[in-house]
Nanobody
Framework: QVRLVESGGGLVPAGGSLRLSCAASGLTLSSYAMGWFRQAPGKEREMVAA????????YYANSVKGRFTGSRDNAKNTAYLQMNSLKPEDTAVYYCAARAGPLLRGEYDYWGQGTQITVSS
């Protein structure tokens, strides 16, 4: 059974930092692209970052570029999202997801349960 478990969310003041972790089990992370998504109340889910299988290929949404950094440790079967200079508009539920193959875009196969991040002004 495949599981993705996010951790590291919480309440942080504007300008602060958080690091999300996504621990995978039941799959070999090196075979999957990893995406980070968020959904704020009343808004559609959006991809904020994605990391290719070998940690070389990256994608960042314009809204987080320069502030968020995705990484992965395939040996630990874990992906990370470092979030700096957080803004109130970053408040959302954040999800990690895994997609088989090399592409960062497209339908993701497995999803975590989500973790809430609230940035206070």
């Amino acid at each position: 059974q495949v599981r993705l478990v996010e951790s590291g969310g919480g309440l942080v003041p504007a300008g602060g930092s958080l690091r999300l972790s996504c621990a995978a089990s039941g799959l070999t992370l090196s075979s999957y692209a990893m995406g980070w998504f968020r959904q704020a109340p009343g808004k559609e889910r959006e991809m904020v970052a994605a990391i290719g299988r070998s940690d070389g290929l990256r994608y960042y949404a314009n809204s987080v570029k320069g502030r968020f950094t995705g990484s992965r440790d395939n040996a630990k079967n874990t992906a990370y999202l470092q979030m700096n200079s957080l803004k109130p508009e970053d408040t959302a539920v954040y999800y990690c997801a895994a997609r088989a193959g090399p592409l960062l875009r497209g339908e993701y196969d497995y999803w975590g349960q989500g973790t809430q991040i609230t940035v206070s002004s």
